[in-house]
């Protein structure tokens, strides 16, 4: 994601008549602002194409949970967010998603130590109404933290 991209909300008339790779390469390239949950918990768009996209985290301390490691939904979130993306970035105008069903696997807990981790998402398939995919979470090494799969459902916008 470009340095200078600010972040909100692309109203729905404007993201209704683009598809969903223009709308996500948009936003890469800070042409259109990035969703606010990027900035709560600094996601970066870091590489986006058909049917894959790949965000970028550091994890911190703030996100800590009382057993003193990153909080597991941080893991989740940033797998439903992959997931979710590269499904849309299949789809035609006019057309979008929402999550019907996540399943995440954790493997290794993320501390402030763990250094930037990157959250994949690939397709599966993707049908008319329905699409699924899987995502991968990994620390800079290609250790795997987290890896899960989604189901969403399709729909005129």
Known sequence: MAATAEYGVVPI???RPMDGLALFQAIR??????P???KALGMTLDEVELGRV????RPVFDHYNPLGTVHGGIAATLLDSVMGCCIHTTLKAGTGYTTVEIK???????SD?????????KIINVGSRIATSEGRLTDASGKLLAH????CLIFPI
């Open 104 to 110: 995440i696997n954790y493997v290794r807990a993320m």
């Open 13 to 15: 008339e404007q993201v």
């Open 36 to 38: 606010p949950i990027c």
């Open 148 to 151: 899960g799969t989604t189901t």
């Open 54 to 57: 790949v965000f970028g985290y």
């Open 29 to 34: 390239e800070g042409r259109l602002p990035a």
């Open 113 to 121: 130590k763990t250094g930037p981790v990157r959250a994949e998402g």
